[in-house]
Structure formats: C-alpha cells, structure tokens
C-alpha cells in the first residue's frame, strides 16, 4: 500500500510542475511612458471627459496557445495620455462620472473614448525584427445636452526595433507609448477636421 501511495505521488510530480511552469511563463507590462503637451490652437470649450472603468483598467490578456502568454496593462497610460492632450486642445477640461448634462450645465462638450481593438506582433511573428502594436480607439462627442455628435473611430500604430532594446518588456512598452503618441497626435490634429464636429463649430462659430 505504501509503495503504491509512493507511485501515485510520483506521477503526480510532472503535472504539478507543468502546471507551475505555465503559470510561471506569463509575462506582465504595466505600459509606463511621458507624453508631450502638444502646442496647438485651442480651443476656449468646457470640455468633460469621461472615462468608463473598462477604460481605466483597460487590460490584454493573450490568449491564444499559439502565443507567448502576456497581460498588458494599458489603463493607466491612456488615460495619462488624454489628461495630457485634452487640455491642450480645450480651455477647460474636467472629469465626469457619466454623461450627465444635468449636473454638468456649463458644459460644452462631453468626450468619451473606448478601446475598440487591440493588436501586437513580437519579432519572431513579422518579417522585421520589430515589436509592434496597433490600437483602435473608438471616440465619441457630445454636446451639452447629451446629443451624440460625433462618433469615429482613431487608430493607432507604435513599433520599436529589438536592437535597442535591452528586453522584450523594454521594447514592447516603447512600441505602446509611441502608439498612444500616435493617437494624441491624431486626435489633436484631426478633431476639427472631422465632419459632424467641424458642422458643430461653425455653428458655435468656433471656427474662422
């Protein structure tokens, strides 16, 4: 009986180590970076933006048995990344629990991005020895009294080469902060440009 216990235990051994070993090959980012103030027109809006928790906490978990395990914690850059442009492009920005216009009525505008879709390559995966990221972001504007005006979408584009880097985690973090510089560029310089918003200005006479 005791050598038959002994067995057991035995075989038990490579399952417990394999199972040890997957949890112990994911590899976690917590995205970090500084973002520069653009310097552009702008704007003399009350702006409030609104950052659902999904986008706050906003996470990538692979998947994929394919892939090398990762979790990329990307909630906390983005939202860096809009209190830093926003304030650029708006005279006054301020954060809002919900688009709520009865409790907000000196705002002009109500901003609300999403993450739509989230994509990476590593190095082995493309022809380049790159890391890459894509981001597709999807925003939405409101006027004062809650009216959806705009709704499009933004994407977003970041790679870094290997060479530089000292480790995946290192460049796989470069090539998300030069993807949200991506985002921040676009938003700032395209957001008069797109079609309901530039209506919307004319009428507020925003524009010259």
Known sequence: MVIKQHIKHILKLPLAILLLASTSCTSTLQVEGEFPRPVIHQLPLQVAVHYQD??????????????????????????????????????????????SPQENTDIDLFFEPYVEEFQYNMPRETKVNMFEVWIKYN??????????????????????????????????????????????????????????????LNKQGQLQ
Not at 70 to 84: H, M, P, R, Y
Not at 140 to 163: E, H, N, R, S
């Open 139 to 200: 925003m939405k504007v409101y006027d004062g009294q809650g009216a959806l005006i705009a709704d499009w979408i933004l994407t977003a584009y970041g790679k870094t080469p290997t060479a530089f880097m000292k480790s995946e985690e290192n460049a796989l973090n470069e090539a998300m902060i030069i993807a949200l510089r991506d985002v921040g560029a676009g938003l700032s310089l395209k957001f008069s440009h797109i079609p309901e918003i530039n209506s919307w």
């Open 54 to 99: 999904d986008f706050r906490r906003y996470r990538y978990v692979e998947k994929s048995e394919k892939r090398s395990k990762w979790e990329i914690e990307i909630g906390s850059a983005q939202v860096a990344l809009f209190d830093t442009v926003l304030p650029a492009m708006f005279e006054n920005v301020v954060q809002v629990s919900g688009i």
